[in-house]
């Protein structure tokens, strides 16, 4: 048994590899990539689509419109298609040397030396040795830090454009997911305060649907066929097949004081920054709780269905076994039987699909928290998607396949642990 | 996706009007009151070098000196303003950096904090678009129009204390002209002058390697003077990483406090008591809000909108036509606590409309052109489904003063549009009752559109399909679009662009562009003559001469007709709670949008405290004219003189 | 072998009759198999085009026939016969002339473009639910919408226990390194990120019914696969599967007529909860403007349009009503027949 979780969890490996390969390689297919959006950005300015023009910006560049080479080699170096994928890719990983603080430099015809500042008052002299470029500190030794290429591409016939640039390894191994396009910031940390909030909302959801969900699971099979469980499974599906954003959206407007009831604050994971920090804990609480409510009825609706079907029939078919059977010709009282008994074994599909659901409540849910203006993790991934952020896409596809993997493990582990009969080999 | 996105200098023209009321001059020194002398003046430079006296030998240097007229005060703030109060505003994104220049530095929300807290050189008068001194007192400007000088007044400040100098001019320039700013159109804008030249402690001189009217606008205008004294602590790279949620400071009136920079949720903008102009005559009563707020609520409007009925938010704007119609008659508006105006101005309607590929079939033929044009039924999709909110465009520069009164009014006319298409050879129907040419091919076409803007073209299609014209419609991400557009990968373009102040044609009309990909002429436009009007047009110094060239472009265009243009809107919905003074026209002339009210209204307690006692009693206010046609009215009074 | 499918029949049978009995399930199954069938037959009942056009003594069937320019039966419009206003002036004029309309005149996609229907028209007795904002009738648009995404979830269900019973079902039973393999093959597939992969093929070809459908199904088949996997690994196991094989019976044949009608129960039960699964997929899509093309009708585009427009409150009720009483009548279904298959008699023992 234990060989066989250490090898699932060194089989992750090359998955992990495999998945993020996929999805670098979708992700260099898709149209338009950052660096098309930034051009569009300088070049386009305002490209609204609404019924008529609010023209609140414009098009008009300067002269030409057409970009100057030397700043497209800038933008191309900043986003690294300078570099051909599997670079990119490796240079993600963290096990390629990845260029930062570069520099350009021009050789005129017949120039063979020149001193580059590189800031703060220092100095490097780069050498053309044909065709390398040495890289020399002040002291005249061959600079450990810097290094310099030829520029193929931007050289033009007697003019060699070399780059000076320093190296180091950062990428995901060792913890460096980027740094956001739009955000303008590393994406670790942009995640983590999202992934924080994604994570309240679904534990909040996943437990406040637990303790709905089963006891109206087993009412309902004790009481199957009966008024009851008719009446209520209508109103579970009534719940299920009213999108969850789209109850927030109208209970927002109903309940959120701008147009009808002032019950819930309107959208926000808790008060603004100001107010909240001028507020007890208590009252922190109850903020944050207030804030909660509604985003969880939406978040949470939508599942009561599905888990509430899947106790009752795990149920009823435990019920029917031979072993109640048996534990009722043995003359034990049915509150027994059923709550100790059945009960018990009822709950095993439910605690052995709760690996799936952990990965559903991180990747969160994109339109409830549009709906309610609340920076989670799902929101934060599809509007990635959108706008080609890519580091952010790509953390987020990671964070989510490392989640399954384990998710999946964890699920083996849960199914191996209580059903006996299953050997993992 | 709907998000604004602007180009920095572009919008020089909107935020030099914007900031209409940074101008200071020497009378700053005169108004006697001496709360804004607590810095010590450099009086020993000399007049010469741009040192106090210098106004004395302005004119025989050849400079200009502006003084503001008496009657035009109000246009540079209504002398009734009073200062204080916070101004809240929703806004739809968080800026991804608190920088005015660089990496995605180019989001209105930037160009708004670059215009509030960082002036330029020189300003445009709100009202004649003239210069006038903003950093630079005076200004002089060489014979053969190339060579521009600044004298900054040497009472400017910089938040920190500083003095502004020439050298700080010199930085900006060599800030925008570094690659690793990551903002290569800047290198292009700023690329067209020679390094600036430090002339004089406080003048510095400018030449421009091409003869343009404009120059002087960019150079001057647009670019907002930052500081050199910690511009030259940084290269390119280092003031993206150091100055990203961290200002510079700024001579302008605003400053952002690095606690009010709240990560995603808002952030907000403090008067500051030291401004150095704030006792000139053309700042003294405008910038009045003591905070401007802006809070964030991201790609959300039904939100956006029940915040403001909330009271959560001041402003709001309304952009639909159904919303403005429909929802804003509820109790709040009706018992007048929060006011309704239409206010019509001058700013540039911009274009909009559905843009034809002339490059390839169908549409590189005008009749085709022609006859979707006349399918287009523009008036009753205003009719139905606009509650006649709108006018129909039929020009480039739709309501301005360049648009040529001559170009065809295109209604609907499916007579003409059928006539057209049987002698472009679409005779005959097939089955499904589509249009065939008479070498086979079925006249059919793909759209593609973006999330939520499916209600604007599906009735075309309709409309279309009535005459056997198939425009198929499909969905498609605002990137993939962008890139088929500018690789030229696309049939018809659903497209509508802001308008200019100064229009300038030529990025998307002339003919050198036409086959190059990622240019903005997307229609393929080529034209012998409009190209040589737009170099004539570069370097026509007369307004009234720019005016008829442009008239004479826009005519060339509705003839060769690249575009079924749309409906256009010349005036601003805006909704807000009544508690602000501001003055009659309430928003500028040529740049009227939501963002003259954070510089020239004001917070009125009075009216708050009528408010709050009429919401408390569930009393009425008096409602307001909606209408608010300052601006048409003047217009008539200048034409009719 | 004749002999052990006819004991496969009898219980299938057995089923089927244990299916009738459960009224709420069976019920609800003849009537979405009707809905179902009739949604076929849309253009005939619910349509802007006449069924039969008698002009001048000369019968057309516009509805089969396709197009018909105004002017062929004396209307003088430049495109297609509009044919509600011929029926109305016939009537008027008292001409010899006759045309029958479907029982509902009105078509999913005419719009404010057709003189007479208006944006936001409340429900009444022409337009039963409505109209849209571009004044589109709400009714006529469900109901097509209907046909849609049960295809969707039907063809899309199908497709994924296709790919799941062959992949999963060979994963469970041939087990080792073939299993391994496959694992890992599934988990580096289930990691494509659905978005880009629509993103991607929408910017080239336009999004359509099967392409969606096979954009789908690249990431969906996977939740089959390890159903399936599971219910083979399970059975192969078992008794019946060693006797079969010591019979000298192909891996091929104790997989198909052995296995698996053995994992029927879980295939069946699974199957109403994956036609759900499909509906409000293609809902979800649809609203994030990733699904059909305008101006298909869509459940998720009403929907949209419906919460831009909350004070109208039809335009929120058909969708959502359209949708519960479909995904109800899916689950009675789902119920009776996982009792159905059950051979447990689900009675309370004592």
């Not at chain 1, 992700?27 to 098309?36: R, T």
């Not at chain 2, 009014?409 to 065939?436: H, I, S």
């Not at chain 3, 002009?55 to 516009?62: A, I, Q, R």
């Not at chain 3, 009548?329 to 298959?341: D, K, S």
């Amino acid at each position: 048994m234990t060989t066989y979780f250490i090898r699932r969890i060194l089989l992750m490996v090359p998955t992990f590899l495999g998945s993020t390969i996929l999805i670098f390689i979708i992700l260099q297919m898709a149209p338009g990539g950052p660096l098309e959006r930034t051009i569009q950005q300088l070049q386009a300015g305002a490209m609204q689509q609404g019924e008529a023009v609010g023209s609140v910006g414009d098009i008009m560049s300067g002269g030409s419109s057409v970009l100057p080479e030397s700043a497209m080699r800038e933008l191309k170096r900043f986003y690294g298609f300078d570099k051909p994928v599997y670079q990119r890719y490796l240079i993600w990983l963290g096990i390629w040397p990845r260029e930062i603080k570069h520099r350009e430099v021009e050789f005129n015809p017949g120039e063979t030396e020149l001193n580059k500042n590189i800031g703060r008052g220092q100095y490097m002299t780069l050498r053309l040795e044909g065709e390398s470029v040495v890289v020399l500190d002040e002291k005249g030794e061959v600079s450990k830090i810097w290094k310099a290429a030829i520029d193929k591409e931007g050289s033009k016939e007697n003019q060699i454009l070399t780059t000076l640039f320093q190296t180091e390894f950062s990428g995901i191994l060792t913890g460096n997911l980027g740094t956001s396009y739009t955000y303008d910031q590393p994406v670790t940390e942009v995640m983590a305060p999202r992934f924080k909030v994604s994570i309240f909302f679904g534990l909040t959801g996943m437990l406040l649907t637990y303790l709905v969900c089963i006891p109206l699971g087993i009412r309902k099979a004790l009481n199957h066929g009966s008024a009851f469980d008719f009446l209520s499974s209508v109103t579970i599906f009534i719940a299920y097949s009213i999108p969850g954003w789209a109850l927030g959206g109208v209970l927002l407007v109903l309940l959120g004081g701008g147009s009808y009831w002032d019950i819930f604050p309107l959208g926000g994971f808790r008060s603004p920054t100001d107010i909240w920090e001028t507020m007890t804990f208590l009252e922190q609480v109850k903020d944050q709780l207030w804030h909660a409510i509604l985003p969880i009825i939406a978040w949470s609706i939508g599942s009561f269905a599905g888990l509430t079907v899947l106790m009752k029939n795990s149920l009823l078919e435990n019920i029917s076994q031979d072993y109640i059977r048996t534990a009722f010709a043995k003359g034990l009282q049915e509150k027994r039987v059923v709550w100790v008994h059945a009960i018990r074994n009822s709950v095993i599909p439910i605690a052995s699909g709760i690996g799936g659901i952990i990965g559903v409540v991180i990747a969160g849910s994109y339109l409830i928290e549009k709906v309610f203006n609340i920076d989670g993790f799902g929101k934060m991934g599809f509007q990635a998607i959108l706008d080609r952020d890519y580091p952010i896409t790509l953390g987020f596809l990671v964070i989510v396949v490392v989640i399954r993997l384990v998710a999946n493990i964890l699920s083996d582990i849960a199914l191996a642990t209580v059903d006996p009969r299953i050997r993992f080999r | 996706m709907k998000r604004i996105q602007i180009v920095v200098m572009l919008i020089l023209v909107v935020s030099l009007v914007f900031w209409s009321c940074g101008g200071g001059d020497k009378q700053a020194a005169e108004t006697g009151d001496s709360s804004s002398d607590n810095f010590t003046r450099d009086m020993t430079t000399p007049a010469e070098e741009g040192g106090y006296g210098f106004e004395k030998l302005a004119d025989a240097l050849g400079y200009v000196t502006y003084e503001m007229p008496p009657e035009e005060q109000i246009y540079f703030g209504d002398p009734r303003a009073k200062k204080g109060g916070t101004f809240r505003h929703i806004t739809s994104r968080f800026p991804a950096t608190m920088r005015t220049e660089g990496q995605n530095a180019n989001y209105i929300e930037n160009n708004t904090i670059s215009g509030l807290c960082y002036e330029g050189l020189i300003n445009t008068h709100p009202l004649t678009l003239e210069f006038i001194p903003a950093l630079a007192s005076h200004w002089k400007i060489s014979d053969d129009k190339k060579k521009f000088w600044f004298r900054i007044n040497p009472d400017a400040r910089w938040s920190d204390g500083r003095e502004v100098i020439a050298e700080d001019v010199v930085a900006t320039w060599d800030l925008h002209m570094d690659e690793t700013i990551l903002a290569p159109s800047d290198q292009l804008t700023y690329g067209k002058f020679e390094r600036p030249v430090i002339e004089g402690k406080y003048i510095v001189s400018v030449v421009s390697k091409d003869l343009s009217w404009r120059n002087i606008l960019y150079f001057g205008g647009s670019m907002v003077i930052l500081p050199s004294y910690y511009l030259n602590q940084v290269d390119g790279s280092e003031y993206l990483k150091e100055y990203q949620f961290k200002m510079l400071p700024g001579t302008g009136p605003y400053e952002i406090k690095e606690e009010d920079i709240i990560n995603q949720e808002s952030f907000t903008l403090t008067r500051r008591l030291d401004y150095w102009a704030k006792n000139d005559l053309m700042a003294k009563y405008s910038n009045n809000f003591d905070k401007i707020k802006f809070i964030v609520v991201k790609d959300n409007l039904p939100l956006m909108f029940e915040k403001f009925k909330k009271g959560e938010a001041d402003f709001f704007t309304v952009a639909q036509a159904r919303v403005w119609v429909e929802e804003t008659d509820f109790d709040a508006v009706t018992n007048g606590w929060i006011q309704k105006k239409k206010v019509y101005s001058e700013k540039p309607a911009g274009t909009s409309g559905y843009a034809f590929n002339m490059r390839k079939w169908p549409f590189d033929d005008k009749r085709v052109r022609m006859a979707v044009t006349y399918l287009y039924n523009r008036e009753k999709m205003n009719e139905e489904m606009y509650y006649r909110e709108y006018s129909m465009m039929n020009s480039l520069y739709s309501g301005s003063i360049y648009e040529n009164p001559n170009n065809e009014k295109v209604t609907y006319n499916p007579e003409k549009a059928v006539k057209l298409l049987q002698e472009a050879g679409y005779t005959k129907r097939n089955e499904d009752g589509w249009l065939v040419h008479e070498d086979g091919r079925v006249l059919s076409f793909e759209l593609a559109i973006q999330k939520g803007s499916d209600y604007m073209v599906t009735p075309v299609q309709q409309m279309l399909k009535e005459y056997g014209v198939d425009m198929q419609i499909k969905y498609e991400d605002g990137n993939s679009s962008w890139k088929n557009l500018m690789d030229r990968n696309f049939t018809i373009y659903m497209q509508s662009w802001g308008g200019l102040v100064f229009p300038n044609p030529e990025t998307s009309l002339k003919s050198s562009l036409a086959d190059e990909k990622n240019t903005n002429n997307i229609s393929g436009f080529k034209n012998a003559r409009v190209d040589e009007l737009c170099e004539e047009y570069d370097v026509t110094f007369s307004q009234a001469r720019r005016v008829e060239i442009i008239r004479e472009i826009d005519g060339i265009y509705s003839d060769i007709h690249p575009a079924a243009w749309g409906i256009a809107r010349n005036y601003q919905r805006i909704l807000y709670w009544d508690k602000f003074g501001y003055p009659e026209y309430m928003v500028n002339r040529f740049t009227g949008d939501y963002r003259s009210a954070f510089t020239l209204w004001w917070f009125e307690p009075a009216k708050e405290a009528a408010l709050k006692a009429a919401m408390a009693n569930n009393t009425q206010l008096p409602i307001s004219e909606v209408d608010v046609m300052y601006w048409p009215e003047y217009l008539k009074q200048v034409n009719s003189n | 072998m004749a002999e052990q499918q006819q004991i496969s029949l009898s219980i299938l049978k057995k089923r089927w009759l244990k299916f009738k009995t459960l009224k709420r399930g069976y019920y609800s199954f003849i009537l979405l198999v009707i809905l179902y069938g009739l949604s076929w037959f849309l253009p005939l009942l619910i349509n802007n085009r006449a069924l039969v056009v008698s002009y001048e003594g000369e019968l057309s069937f516009p509805i089969v026939s396709g197009y018909h320019a105004g002017t062929e039966f004396g209307q003088d419009v430049p495109g297609e016969a509009i044919y509600r206003e011929l029926k109305q002036s016939w009537k008027q004029g008292g001409s010899d002339n006759w045309l029958i309309m479907p029982l509902y005149p009105y078509s999913p996609y005419e719009d404010i473009t057709v003189q007479g229907n208006k944006m936001y028209d409340p429900p009444s007795r022409t337009h039963w639910l409505g109209t849209d904002n571009t004044g589109r009738d709400v009714f006529s648009r469900l109901c097509y919408a209907f046909n849609i995404s049960i295809s969707f979830a039907l063809v899309l269900t199908t497709l994924n226990y296709i790919l799941g019973v062959l992949i999963g079902g060979s994963m469970g039973y041939l087990g080792g390194k073939f299993d391994l393999f496959f694992q890992r093959i599934i988990e580096i597939w289930s990691s494509l990120p659905m978005l880009f992969v629509i993103i991607i093929i929408s910017s080239i070809i336009r999004p359509s019914f099967f392409l969606l459908i096979f954009i789908y199904t690249i990431v969906n088949w996977i939740g089959m696969t390890y159903l399936m996997r599971a219910e083979f690994y399970r059975e192969k196991s078992k008794d019946y599967v060693a006797a079969a094989l010591s019979m000298g019976q192909t891996n091929f044949k104790v997989m198909f007529k052995h296995i698996l009608p053995n994992a029927l129960v879980p295939i069946i039960t699974y199957f109403p909860f994956s036609i759900i699964g499909g509906i409000s997929a293609l809902v979800g899509l649809d609203y994030l403007g990733f699904g059909m093309p305008p101006p298909t009708p869509s459940w998720g585009q009403l929907l949209e349009v419906g919460l831009q427009n909350i004070s109208k409150a039809w335009m929120v009720f058909a969708p959502v009503g359209a949708l519960f009483v479909t995904l109800l009548m899916v689950m009675f279904i789902a119920e009776a027949v996982r009792e159905a298959f059950d051979p447990k008699v689900y009675s309370r023992l004592r």
